[in-house]
């Protein structure tokens, strides 16, 4: 079964056009991986999916219903959640806080309640601990909880960003170049931390420049060209089609 279903997504910037006629289908409980070469569209596809831009046309459905038109906290609220490729960490909040941050989906109370201190805010405070904590150990970083995050090093920040993505309990994580800048051995850590994630049934939209990491985990790849499909199939099969060994790839797989 499909989680998600892109059909003839067109998207424009003036006389530029960076994504045209992308149809695909996202396995419910896969890793999807998006790749292909600077410019080809992956962060606008990443970004008409998540409600930041909205495409000229087609349509985007989850769990078969549409998601074009809506706003970015209601895609978030139909269980979409995401990692930005530039880190978006509170520096001077601990790391437990910023996770904290991510679960205001699962919530309820409201700014009076909350200065009332009513029990079932204490009650809901205590949750939002717990759900944040359960985050933080998927991820590795229990240890770290009450650390300040601007002292954690750059691997441990990337994990904590998909640690507070997972804090609104999502069914649907899309990571914008989860790798970028880490080490080998953080690289090491991504791998096993996103297929984690997978053995929790949750679907993974991956964009990611590292081909190793994305032949090694994904069950779909994506190959985005000048904003068009060049091709789509298992790693096995992109990684043989001449098309995208002598356009995209090179020599690097
Ligand atoms: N907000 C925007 N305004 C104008 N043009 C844009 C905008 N966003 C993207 N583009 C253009 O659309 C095309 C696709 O860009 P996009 O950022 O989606 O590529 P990408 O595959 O994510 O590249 P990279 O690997 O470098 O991140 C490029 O030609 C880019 O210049
Ligand atoms: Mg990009």
Redesign the pocket.
């Known amino acids: 079964m499909n989680i998600l279903e892109a059909a003839h997504l067109d998207k424009y ?2 006389g ?1 056009a ?1 994504v045209t006629d992308l149809s695909f289908q996202v396995p419910k409980g896969s890793i999807y991986s998006v790749i ?10 990443f970004n008409m999916l998540c409600g930041y831009y909205v495409p000229n046309g087609g349509s985007i459905t989850f769990a078969g219903k549409e998601l074009v038109g809506l706003e970015t906290h209601e895609i978030a609220a139909r269980g979409i959640s995401r990692t930005f ?1 530039n880190l978006q960490v509170f520096y001077n909040m601990t790391v437990l806080e910023n996770v904290m941050v991510g679960c205001h989906l699962r919530t309820h109370t409201g700014l009076i309640k909350a200065a009332l201190r009513l029990p079932s805010v204490v009650r809901e405070e205590r949750r939002v601990r717990e759900w944040s904590m359960e985050a933080l150990e998927l991820c590795g970083l229990e240890h770290l909880a009450e650390r300040e995050a601007g002292a954690l090093p750059y691997g441990e920040l990337k994990r904590l960003e998909i640690a507070r993505a997972l804090a609104s309990a999502p069914e649907f994580l899309a990571m914008d170049e989860p790798a970028a800048g880490l080490n080998d051995t953080e690289t090491l850590e991504m791998r096993a931390l996103i297929q984690r994630l997978k053995g929790r049934g949750i679907t993974i939209l991956l964009v990611e ?1 590292n081909m190793g990491l994305v032949m090694e985990v994904s069950d779909r790849v994506l190959v ?1 060209g000048f ?1 068009s499909l060049l091709a789509e199939g298992t790693p096995e099969e992109v990684q043989n089609n001449p098309d995208v060994i002598k356009a995209y790839l090179g020599e690097e797989v």
Not at 36 to 45: E, I, Q, S, Y
Request: charged share 5%; proline share 6%; hydrophobic share 35%.
């Open positions: 910037f003036g530029v960076a292909g070469p600077n410019g080809a569209g992956k962060t606008t596809l490729q420049h985005l904003g």
